[in-house]
């Protein structure tokens, strides 16, 4: 798992807020104008979203978001799907859902 974009995330979430995939990917040195570069930040944040998930905790990875239409991407949905927490085709009820559950669980940590 990358630490520091863990991190990050735990940082942002316990301020209830949200952070784009170009804000992050430089902790990873990635660039978000390089394909692969898109595919492994996915991956990054699915390593995080699933260890949280063992855990018992929400999506961690639900406060990474577009710039252009402020949702996850398609693999956030995907991997909720995998882990059996969404079977539904409201995209944007679930993220709602999944970003005051991890609002509020980190607002406590």
Same mark, same amino acid.
């Given at each position: 798992?990358?630490?520091?974009?863990?991190?990050?995330?735990?940082?942002?979430?316990?301020?209830?807020?949200?952070?784009?995939?170009?804000?992050?990917?430089?902790?990873?040195?990635?660039?978000?104008?390089?394909?692969?570069?898109?595919?492994?930040?996915?991956? @990054? !944040?699915?390593? +995080?979203? *699933? $260890?949280?998930?063992?855990?018992?905790?929400? @999506? !961690?990875?639900? +406060?990474? *978001? $577009?710039?252009?239409?402020?949702?996850?991407?398609?693999?956030?949905?995907?991997?909720?799907?995998?882990?059996?927490?969404?079977?539904?085709?409201?995209?944007?009820?679930?993220?709602?859902?999944?970003?005051?559950?991890?609002?509020?669980?980190?607002?406590?940590?």
């Amino acid at each position: 798992m990358h630490q520091a974009i863990y991190e990050r995330l735990k940082s942002v979430a316990r301020a209830g807020a949200y952070v784009t995939y170009t804000d992050i990917a430089p902790l990873a040195g990635l660039d978000m104008s390089n394909p692969d570069d898109r595919n492994k930040i996915g991956e @990054l !944040l699915g390593e +995080i979203s *699933i $260890h949280e998930h063992q855990q018992g905790h929400p @999506l !961690l990875s639900v +406060i990474v *978001i $577009h710039r252009e239409n402020n949702i996850p991407g398609h693999g956030f949905f995907q991997l909720a799907r995998e882990l059996n927490l969404y079977s539904g085709r409201d995209d944007l009820l679930f993220f709602i859902q999944e970003f005051e559950r991890v609002r509020h669980f980190w607002r406590n940590q």
